[in-house]
């Protein structure tokens, strides 16, 4: 098992510039979730998928991003027209998740994506 | 609504120490509750959980953290510190039925010999 990977692990962008950012979790895992780290700060939540199905959506998540999870496997984060407050690192994480496990299975982090916005 | 508070931003020891982090929640149902250890330019590493069984748990690295509902407090301990213990610590509660993380701001320890 190799674990939660990312890709590209730093990028930096000019201001208005599209980027994608890719999350590959671990096999099997049905859960995923993306996560925002800006310097100081905790992670915070952005979105989660079961299997392929988005089921929130953080108000942190304007409408200049998106995410998928075709076929339940990888994921993409996309921010559109990038701006200078999009800087943070994006943090992957996935888990399995059984019908008796509750809200107690294990997240597994990637380590990261850090995007810097010029 | 669920949160986290962790008191200190950043705790300093000796080698050899003990190393106490502090954690206070606020959750309106019988929380599940965590802390991760993150180093310089990686991911989040999960050190420990608790999950409504025995209230002291043991993690990984020798740390350990004890649930006290009367105090709403899930602080982590560990008895002697190492130099390789210096990171970031986050202290996370768990939120609805898919267990989304809500994190504290991190405690940033450090260990001078």
């Known amino acids: 098992d190799t674990g939660v990977s990312q890709d590209p692990r730093h990028k930096i962008t000019k201001r208005g510039q599209n980027v994608t950012f890719r999350c590959d979790p671990i096999?099997?895992?049905?859960?995923l979730y993306w996560y925002r780290q800006t310097l100081g700060q905790g992670p915070e939540f952005l979105t989660y998928f079961q299997n392929e199905a988005q089921l929130e959506k953080s108000r942190l998540l304007s409408d200049r991003f998106s995410a998928e999870r075709p076929k339940g496997s990888f994921s993409t984060l996309e921010i559109q027209r990038t701006e200078q407050g999009d800087s943070a690192m994006y943090l992957c994480?996935?888990?399995?998740?059984?019908?008796?496990?509750?809200?107690?299975?294990?997240?597994?982090f990637g380590p990261g994506t850090r995007l810097l916005v010029l | 609504a669920q949160s986290v508070t962790q008191l200190g931003s950043h705790v300093s020891v000796s080698e050899g120490a003990l190393v106490l982090l502090r954690c206070n929640y606020s959750s309106s149902v019988p929380p599940y509750l965590f802390w991760y250890v993150q180093y310089p330019n990686q991911g989040l590493q999960l050190l420990l959980k608790?999950?409504?069984?025995?209230?002291l748990v043991k993690g990984i690295n020798g740390f350990e953290a004890e649930f006290k509902k009367s105090e709403t407090s899930f602080h982590l301990t560990k008895p002697s510190a190492h130099m390789s213990d210096a990171a970031e610590y986050f202290c996370a509660v768990s939120v609805g039925g898919y267990n989304k993380l809500i994190f504290g701001a991190g405690t940033r320890l450090a260990v001078h010999p």
């Open positions: 096999s099997e895992h049905n859960r």
């Open positions: 608790y999950t409504s069984a025995a209230t």
């Open positions: 994480a996935s888990s399995l998740a059984h019908r008796t496990s509750g809200s107690a299975e294990t997240q597994y």
